[in-house]
């Protein structure tokens, strides 16, 4: 199966990628895999990427679909794969049309993962690191520690990480609805958009899934 996987930030996309792509034994392919790889890798792309983040620049949609497409001619993607984080954008989302029409592939499914907006500030803004350990990750709501501010594994200071504020989150998501979102619509008229709720435990939203696809 070929899948693409779309969906707001906070709608836990990366562990349902994970999960779906060993239910269906294709591999997961994620854009901050493909930068992680190709710029330890230092690949001709690899290096470009690294230019253009260094100066705090978007690395340029040419250079993001050279590495999704090399991934994708890789002998395990033979049989299909699952992408994470690609297409994020119209221009991404026709190369990606042009190069499985040139190599005569097709796409199966297209699942969106639905969060309301207000449910993924809660998620994300509510998050709090320890800062001794940043794998020590509580939530103020759904697992609050013993003590507020306080690691219950180490005792170490919890805190808030910039990122997870919630004015960042709502511009991200207002990124992922001027850039991302339209590529639903053009996966509409291909027929291809199924919509699962994210809602609820990580389990039942992969189950979930897992019969969406299967109804495909
Ligand atoms: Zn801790």
Known sequence: MRIVLVGPPGAGKGTQASFLAENLSIPHISTGDLFRANISQGTPLGQK?????????????????????????????????????????????????????????????????EVPEDEVVKRIAGRRICRSDSSHVFHVEYSPPKKDGVCDVCGGELYQRDDDREETVRKRLAVYHSETEPIIDHYKVQGLVTTISALGEVGDVTARAMAALRRD
């Open 49 to 113: 990427a690294q230019e253009y983040m260094r100066a705090g620049q978007l690395v340029p949609d040419e250079v993001t679909i050279g590495m999704a497409k090399s991934r994708m001619e890789e002998p395990d993607a033979a049989g299909g794969f699952l992408l994470d984080g690609f297409p994020r954008n119209i221009a991404q989302a026709v190369a990606l049309d042009s190069f499985l029409d040139e190599t005569g592939q097709k796409l199966d499914a297209v699942l969106d993962l």
